[in-house]
């Protein structure tokens, strides 16, 4: 049983935000950012000679980024603060790691995009559901059978109903042209 | 007369109908799913949208977005988990309700209210929609510039601790609005020599990464919670004319929903948040909020669910969303060469009305399939954070790889997953991205369409619409700061 039943919300807990150490690490790279982009304003707009700077091609991005940079050194300045008054309960390291795992399933996501000109959608799809299920830790055989149940589900209902644009899979070019029509309109 | 028969002509439709349908029902299990909600599912049935009538999409995604709220109160009651953010302060009261044997009256509650709200920010709109129609043809460029730019100034100011961020993030979506090829000198703006940038960065790529692809990594690294053991709430509908006996909380709610819908980059927490704390205020028995007050969860329900309809005012009008759902709907419009805004109240005003009714029937339907279906709905919250992670993560392909079939796209949706993903850890807002893209757009259009009929900076400020327009913005933003530097003071003077 969770800890739910017990826990008791604060008013002011739904409308202050958190703060995690890690922030810094983020902010450090947005301002990075900012200053690299600005850095490059010249070589990646063009300049027009005499113009004034409203009147130019870049100046939207010109503004974008000096907005940026206005906004965010004095944040980095109020995380830097925050992080000093943290009392270094929560651990940056173990965050960062968090965001590092997530790579992996960008990674799944990646190879999923990669099958499916290969593979069609249909097969590409329950290999990507089966496989990533049993890698995050499912085993019983029900959470496979309604994973199967959804993806056919859903693929009847986008591709199939709402014929959204996914192309066939090259393994199709090997079936009989009677069956690979109908794989590559519904599947 | 006959602007009202046409409306109820084009939402007659088979289309519309099964829309309508499809759109309450799926709202409601997507909003009970905690982990999952309305801007995820928004977000991946939009290219799918795209092949649709204006009318028969925007509603798909209007019963997505007006019920999602009611069935996310099940949880928030049930569990003490809301399905969507903004339920979390259903919880405050509906658990306290539930733990004492009154479960079943909390949901009715958090029904009716939604009921009321929802319908009374429609009945409101339909009571100004003709001043809108003869106010809206009044704004041009500059008036559209400086709206846009109040809701920009808005979107900082509202998110309240998260300001200098929120700036940030505005800005850098303006910036990612800007990339590519411009269309005055046609000239590129930092494309760094890649050929893909030239068409720029697809706004639904960004918003599949922050909002869909994101939530199902933050699932995929989550832990599976256990099962919360619930009973099934019994009787829900007999007691659903008690929201009628509280006028109070409803009305004040409902009307704080619609007032905070219609300011572009507020919404609902903040609707929510002034409407709880007036009625615990004004309440006979304040100490009972938080430990279970019926009026606490109406006001919370109430102000929530009359902001959707409320949202689609500045859309519709002006053609600028106020938030992440409505900037979602704006790209329908788009596909579709229909532009929100002036003219289309000007020309189009059945259209308005029919999204009108729409968003009526949808409160209906809603309630019906929620008086027949709770108990079923509590099943589907208790699906494991994981396995959700999985599926979601198989959907979100389609709302990606639909688009233009680009791994490019997927690619990039992928980076602004694992970003969107680092927002929700560090609990930092997501919408002002979004909003940073669209509403930086519509601004440099208008921006440049005004140089060319002015002569000076001052025109922009000095007709009577965008003069006020921009008072507004100087009070908003003197106002922010006053309270800013008076909560420093306290602070220090507090030491906290």
Known sequence: MSDNSERKVELAELFIPKFHPAELVFAIALVVLSVFLFSQFEAQTRVIEGKELAGQPGFWSWISIVGMLLFGTPYLVTVILKARADNGRASVPQELLQWVVAVEYVLWFMAYVMLVPWLGYLLSTIAFSILLLFRVGYSKRNFFLWALIFDLVMIAIFKGFLRVNIPGGAIYEYLPPALRNFMISNF | METFLSSLDMITSWSVLIALIIGSIGGVIIGAIPGVGPPMAIAILLPATFAMEPIVGLTLLLGVYGSAMYGGAIPAVLMNVPGTAVNALTTYDGYPMTRSGQGARALSLCYGASFFGGIFSVVCLMAFAPV?????????????????????????????????????????????????????????????????????????????????????????????????????????????????????????????????????????????????????????????????????????????????????????????????????????????????????????????????????????????????????????????????????????????????????????????????????????????????????????????????????????????????IFAIIVIAILTHLFFQIKYWRQSRSTGV
Request: glycine content about 10%.
């Open chain 2, 132 to 468: 809108l129609a003869d106010v809206a043809p009044l704004f041009g460029s500059r008036e559209i510039f400086m709206a846009a730019l109040l809701g920009g100034v808005l979107v900082v100011i509202a998110h309240r601790g998260h300001g200098l961020f929120s700036g940030f993030m505005f800005c850098f979506g303006m910036f990612l609005a800007s990339i590519g090829l411009e269309t005055s000198e046609l000239t590129q703006r930092y494309t760094f020599g890649m050929t893909w940038l030239s068409s720029g960065v697809d706004l639904i790529v960004v918003i599949l990464g922050i909002f869909a692809l994101s939530q199902a990594f933050h699932l995929l690294t989550a832990d599976d919670e256990d099962t919360i053991e619930v009973e099934k709430p019994v009787g829900v509908g007999k007691r659903l004319g008690e929201v009628a006996r509280m006028p109070r909380a409803s009305i004040i709610s409902s009307t704080f929903g619609v007032i905070m819908g219609v300011i572009p980059g507020v919404g609902q927490f903040i609707a929510q948040f002034f409407s709880y704390t007036i009625i615990q205020k004004t309440s006979k028995n304040p100490e009972q909020f938080g430990a279970g007050a019926p009026e606490g969860i109406v006001a919370s329900e109430a102000a929530n669910n009359a902001v959707p309809a409320a949202a689609m005012i500045p859309l519709l009008a002006l053609g600028i969303p106020g938030e992440a759902l409505t900037a979602m709907m704006l790209s329908v419009f788009y596909v579709h060469n229909v532009v929100p805004g002036p003219n289309l109240f000007l020309s189009e005003f059945d259209f308005v009305m029919a999204l009108y009714l729409c968003l009526i029937l949808i409160n209906v339907i809603t309630l019906i399939f929620l008086l027949v279906s709770t108990g079923f709905i509590v099943n589907v919250s208790s699906i494991p954070n994981r396995y959700l992670g999985v599926l979601t993560l198989t959907l979100c392909f389609i709302g990606i790889y639909a688009l233009r079939n680009s791994v490019t796209d997927c690619l990039l949706a992928a980076v602004f997953g694992v970003i969107g993903l680092v927002f929700k850890r560090l609990d930092l807002p997501t919408i002002p991205i979004i909003l940073g893209m669209v509403l930086g757009e519509i601004m440099e259009t208008k921006f440049r369409t005004s140089m060319a009929r002015i002569d000076h900076y001052y025109e922009f400020i000095n007709r009577p619409i965008s003069g006020t």
